[in-house]
């Protein structure tokens, strides 16, 4: 018998350390199977799983001591994504199938007891760190060939049953290199529409603006005035994801363990809108062992729409703070901190009051109930919103003599021109809307005359705004200058972004 090695990954977040599998197969001693590497519960039981999907699969279990070493011993592993690593170097160190086709390959896949192979979670980052780490063929499920054909400069191979990988090999017979067919996923273009929503010319404007430069979005106003359908549309005013973008999504989709079989690129910006009863690792990630994507993770580089945010509460609302700052979410645990990118755009909706009614007038609530209800949404959340908008109730369900109202494709061609021009500008120092900008890049390198900027030093004299929200109400004066074609923006521009953060819409 001989010490043979095979290769897996283990993943922290979006990031893959490269494990090597020693199998050590003695003749001394009694038959037994130990597993070493700090190996969680789920990967524990891999001993039952392989022992019987190799026999299964007719070939025969070496009644020996087997020792499988999982190496950095020091790094924990969680999952089932070991399986088929697991497998091979056992069958390897027995010799019963020869070890050369190993070196150089990483091995992915969950065993059932029959030997067939499933899918994992986090097939994409974990190849992506497999290439970078020297790895040059890798052996993954047949299902997950989609996913894993995403990584350019690794050859992949696909298995549906342990039986195909021993007859690879052994050279008796090739892995499929083809995915299994599966429809298309549906195109972007069943996005809702833009021209569904009736009235609210305000939050129509805000929310192209918020479009066009990357901005996050508060919307108020009593029920059924089209707050939900207005950010519901967001996304389809969206341009699609760059290259870099796309594959970001994707991994993170496939961390998540929502990526389709029939997996291809993610290039429409996702749009998640979760429930009001979510918990705070649900919203920002966590969980027991395996720290999973939470909400504003599986919006980067989309939107997040939390509709009833002040039904949310103060501790799940604190907690978006800091994603929204820094574009990432890191999770602390005992063996290590992981990291998620959250960059998305938060839409906030809500009532202005408990009771919302249809009209101001007929509120019921009293005025520290009111307060009370609002306040749930921080100044300092709100200082990180952009743009705040108050919506009033549809007067005509006809509106007779008006222009209809204009379509998402109309929009988002101004949307598009307006990112464009924002690209030309800020690409060069390697940003992509006016959102990315760092304030004090536009306090000096772009800074405005003291005449256009009047009116915000006006607002930090009195207290009207914080030193960030002046730096947000000039990204927003930029976005607005790019709407209108201008080169810098004017003092109009500045005041109409300020009035966008008016405190009254709340």
């Not at 050859?155 to 429809?183: F, I, N």
């Not at 504003?296 to 700052?325: I, M, Q, W, Y």
Request: aromatic share 4%; with cysteine.
């Amino acid at each position: 018998m001989a010490l043979r090695k095979t290769w897996a990954v283990a993943l922290f977040g979006l990031d893959g350390v490269l494990v090597e599998i020693e199998s050590d197969v003695r003749a001394g001693g009694l038959p037994a199977l130990n597993l070493l590497g700090l190996p969680d519960t789920a990967l524990q039981e891999a001993k039952n799983r392989i022992k019987a999907a190799v026999q299964n699969c007719g070939e025969q279990w070496p009644e020996r001591c087997v020792t499988l070493a999982l190496s950095p011993a020091s790094v924990p592993k969680t999952g089932t994504s070991y399986d088929l690593a697991l497998a091979c170097a056992v069958l390897a160190g027995a010799e019963l199938v020869p070890p050369h086709r190993l070196e150089g390959t990483v091995l992915f896949g969950e065993l059932a007891l029959d030997g067939r192979i499933r899918q994992v979670r986090g097939l994409l980052p974990a190849l992506l760190a497999a290439r970078g780490q020297g790895m040059r063929r890798a052996v993954v499920p047949r299902a997950g060939l989609a996913e894993a054909h995403l990584v350019a400069g690794l050859d992949v191979l696909g298995a549906e049953h342990l039986r195909e990988v021993t007859a690879w090999l052994r050279e008796l017979d090739d892995l499929h290199r083809e995915p299994v067919p599966r429809p298309e996923p549906e195109p972007r273009g069943n996005a809702p529409d833009l021209a569904d929503v009736l009235g609210q010319p305000e939050a129509r404007w805000a929310l192209e603006v918020a479009a066009a430069g990357g901005h996050h979005l508060l919307m108020v106003g009593p029920p059924g005035t089209g707050k939900t359908m207005l950010a519901r549309r967001l996304c389809g005013l969206l341009p699609a994801l760059t290259d870099q973008e796309a594959l970001e999504v994707t991994a993170l989709r496939s961390v998540a363990g929502e990526l389709p079989e029939a997996a291809s690129l993610v290039r429409a910006p996702p749009f998640v809108a979760p429930h009001a009863s979510l918990s705070v690792p649900a919203l920002v990630g966590g969980g027991t062992g395996w720290a999973r994507p939470g909400a504003v993770s599986r919006a980067h580089r989309g939107v997040l729409l939390l509709d009833e945010a002040c039904e949310l509460g103060p501790k799940r609302l604190e907690a978006l703070r800091t994603a929204l700052e820094e574009g990432e979410v890191r999770l602390a645990r005992r063996d290590g901190t992981l990291r998620y990118p959250s960059r998305f755009q938060l839409v906030l909706a809500t009532n202005p009051c408990p009771c919302a009614p249809a009209r101001d007038i007929d509120c019921q609530c009293a005025p520290q109930a009111r307060r009370r209800y609002l306040g749930k949404l921080s100044g300092p959340l709100l200082d990180r919103v952009d743009l705040r908008v108050r919506m009033r109730p549809i007067t005509a369900m006809n509106a007779v003599g008006l222009a209809p109202p204009e379509s998402s494709a109309v929009v988002r061609t101004r949307v598009a021109e307006a990112r464009a021009a924002a690209i030309d500008r800020w690409s060069p120092h390697g940003w992509q809307s006016n959102t990315d900008v760092p304030g004090p890049v536009l306090r000096r390198e772009y800074a405005l005359p003291p005449a256009t900027t009047a009116l915000l030093d006006r607002g930090l004299e009195v207290g009207a705004i914080t030193a960030r929200g002046a730096d947000r109400c000039l990204r927003v004066a930029w976005t607005l200058a790019d709407l209108d074609g201008a080169t810098t923006p004017t003092n109009e521009h500045v005041a109409a972004a300020l009035e966008f953060r008016d405190r009254r819409a709340t």
